[in-house]
T-cell receptor, first 111, second 115 residues
Framework: EDKVVQSPLSLVVHEGDTVTLNCSYE??????LLWYKQEKKAPTFLFML????IEKKSGRLSSILDKKELFSILNITATQTGDSAIYLC???????????FGAGTTVTVRA | ETGVTQTPRHLVMGMTNKKSLKCEQH?????MYWYKQSAKKPLELMFV???????ENNSVPSRFSPECPNSSHLFLHLHTLQPEDSALYLC??????????????FGPGTRLTVL
């Protein structure tokens, strides 16, 4: 059975801090790892990582995938209160369209 | 805005009621999905449709009945639900089912409470 585990489950930081979120996976025929940010309701797409060791960046967010150790990290630098959200990672397989989601990490950024 | 809309945003219903959730995508996508999100649990895939045909029914109880009249619209018909069905129901769409095009765009969800 495919398994995606995120850690920590939640964390509280202050504005300006850097956070690192972890996502490990055990998935048959793994193809890609996706990160979503969920504020209030709709998860919004952040990154899709397919190749190992190549960092993807979008503003203060960056993410990298390690296909040998089966994990990904999402970094947020210089955090702002608007970064408060649940961050979800999901694994996608080659021969299947199903995204297997982790339970999410709740990030709270205090002013 | 992700291009995926859901109505209603909130729904409270009794166990004997019948209601429907609606999802519409304005992205020209061919695949649509229903997910259930319960507190502190991973998103659970319920149904998948590709070009209006159901391709996945993930052991979902028959009290949930999906309908996809065209590639832009997806419904979830609800009847005789249980309190444990209370959750956030998310609709998503993707360009295609193929792994290369499986970036899924989510709607805002319907917060369902079953009394």
């Amino acid at each position: 059975e495919d398994k995606v585990v995120q850690s920590p489950l939640s964390l509280v930081v202050h504005e300006g801090d850097t956070v690192t979120l972890n996502c490990s996976y055990e998935v048959t025929n793994f193809r890609s790892l996706l990160w979503y940010k969920q504020e209030k309701k709709a998860p919004t797409f952040l990154f899709m990582l397919t190749s190992s060791g190549i960092e993807k960046k979008s503003g203060r967010l960056s993410s990298i995938l390690d296909k040998k150790e089966l994990f990904s990290i999402l970094n947020i630098t210089a955090t702002q209160t608007g970064d408060s959200a649940i961050y979800l990672c999901a694994a996608l397989t080659f021969n299947d369209y199903k995204l297997s989601f982790g339970a999410g990490t709740t990030v709270t950024v205090r002013a | 805005e992700t291009g995926v809309t859901q109505t209603p945003r909130h729904l409270v219903m009794g166990m004997t009621n019948k209601k429907s959730l609606k999802c519409e995508q304005h992205l020209g996508h061919n695949a649509m999905y229903w997910y259930k999100q319960s507190a502190k649990k991973p998103l659970e895939l319920m149904f998948v449709y590709s070009l209006e045909e159901r391709v996945e029914n993930n052991s979902v109880p028959s009290r949930f009945s999906p309908e996809c009249p065209n590639s832009s619209h997806l419904f979830l018909h609800l009847h005789t639900l249980q309190p444990e069905d209370s959750a956030l129901y998310l609709c998503a769409s993707s360009q295609d089912l193929g792994a290369r095009y499986n970036e899924q765009f989510f709607g805002p969800g319907t917060r369902l409470t079953v009394l």
